[in-house]
């Protein structure tokens, strides 16, 4: 599915899957180099796993080697997505809490310093500053 606009397709709507159409043999190849790479061979069996369920996601189920334990997490992760840790939703409520702060406060700021810059332009010109005060 592509977005259009006047006809011209500017972007397609999805995001393509960059492991989709690697090889097996070829991906899990891949992993094991990247692996040994970054110190991770201890769990190379586990990172071939996780790039075989992410290479095919929709079909997870069919993918040798997973234990029961992995399939019954993975089948808790689709059938129920929004079951989180109580830490991550107080992250995520603290984060836009601060989020707002600093918004506010940038904004109260900015007009502190709009109105200190027209008051330093007004001097003594008392009937611009009575209509700032009246403004205020």
Same mark, same amino acid.
């Given at each position: ?10 972007? &397609? ?110 001097? &003594? ?12």
């Amino acid at each position: 599915m592509a977005v259009t606009h006047g006809g011209n397709v500017l972007t &397609s709507s999805r995001i393509k899957n960059p492991l989709a159409g690697i090889p097996r043999d070829k991906l899990l190849r891949q992993v094991t180099e990247f692996a040994e790479q970054n110190y991770l061979s201890d769990i190379t069996p586990l990172l071939q796993k996780g790039a075989m369920v992410a290479q095919n996601p929709s079909d997870w189920e069919n993918v040798p080697g997973l234990t029961e334990e992995e399939k019954s997490a993975l089948d808790a992760e689709v059938t129920h997505k929004w079951r989180q840790p109580r830490a991550m939703y107080m992250t995520v409520i603290l984060c836009s809490i601060g989020a707002a702060v600093q918004y506010v406060s940038c904004v109260t700021r900015d007009a502190v310093r709009m109105q200190l810059t027209s008051i330093q332009r007004l001097g &003594s010109n008392w009937i611009q500053w009575r209509e700032l005060v009246v403004a205020c």
